[in-house]
């Protein structure tokens, strides 16, 4: 067992300097510059700081995004970006998220931000060294540590612009937090975008989702027609998650663009509770409209179920000479008929055969016909509903309240997915951010 420990111990010390001697000496083969685009950048690991290792005062870490397809949306809209809109979108990621960024970079591309600290950056970040490796580091730049301490903090910085790259980007990934997001704020656009392409597909989006509106349709519009695109390569599935993403007054906005036949769509989604309400709700000629489908039976079946005295209003619209053949053919005679109480002459109506029974519900008022049809059965009521054309479907729906409404588009990923499809850029744009917005965790 000690056997083992030393050879743990002499095998850690080697490795540690190995890591200092190539770290700050070491000629490590210089890997290609990096392009301006994102697009061309290789994606590089390194154990150096991560994004959610630190946050900064007033920020908070992006939100997980669960939706694969419009996580892939955004972030192409980004990687096709101009270096312009890049770098844009670079300054909206968080600090932590940019060194988060910089933790993946190159060594070039590390000492090239290096590059771009003021002077007395430069010399803080040297000054977090250890004292070894600063003395190391002395003998790279033919300075001793005493000419050194004689020296002013650009003369120093001017120095320490002869080390290696590696030096200048192990002093890099050794600053501060405040440090390297001071120095990144200073950096050109296209190493930002550069920097950019360093991000992960969903960080990438969560960027996007920062961006305002109108920078964001911007994008859209200046976007190839393909990427424009975007939604219509979405799955129904995914356009819907966006849809459940606008408010409701922006969800109401887009019901007013339903077709025909997609709020009848709609309508057939409504349980049998609401479907009744609506056509109890609907205005006395529409319900008088489906009445007049139903069979003969059936309508005199309504007509008997009018109060008596609605009955003998409607009898008595009927001209003189259908009465007496009505009465005749269940032996009254009209004098009598007009001698009787209005409960005697509803038993008299109660006895006509069924179609003059039909004839008179037919002769009804609009107002008399939607009373007897508010009196019938629920089954009734079902088979009525059962009668409707897609335009009255459409209608019934249209009288939903918005609640329900926006109740039954919950329920139709399709119909979600088209309105989505004819919003505005604006919209769309606003939606998909929204998609990404940043929350604190709780």
Known sequence: MKKNHTFLWGTGIIAAVLVVYFGFFGEIPPRDDVA??????QKHQTEQIKAEDVVFAGESPSTGVTDPEIVEAMASLLERASVQDQAAAFNRATAAEQIGFLGRASRQEVAGVWG??????KVDMFGRTDKELQNAMFGRMNVTSDAWGRMSVTEKADALGRVSLNSQAAMMQRATPEVQAAVLGRIDPSQKAALLGRAERTELAGIFGRTPRIEQQALLERASVSDQNLLGKMSVESQAALFQRATVSEQSNMLQRLSRDE???LYGKASTDQKIAWLERAPAREQTALLGRVEVQDQAFLFGRAPER??????????????????????VKPADFGRMSVSEQAAV????????????????????QASMLQRTERAFKLDILNRMSVDEKAAAFGRATPEVKLELLGRAPQIQAEL???????????????QFRTATPE
Do not use: P
């Open 310 to 331: 609605e009955q003998v209003a409607t009898f008595g619209r009927v001209d003189k000479e259908v009465q007496a053949a009505m009465l005749g053919r269940v032996n």
């Open 36 to 41: 301006g685009t994102i697009g061309a950048v």
């Open 263 to 265: 709020a009848a769509s």
């Open 420 to 434: 989505l499809g004819k919003s505005s850029f604006e919209q769309q744009a606003d939606l998909m951010g929204r």
């Open 116 to 121: 771009r600290a003021d002077a007395q950056q």
């Open 349 to 368: 109506l109660g006895r006509l055969a069924v179609k003059d029974q039909a004839t008179l519900f037919q002769r009804a008022t609009v107002e008399v």
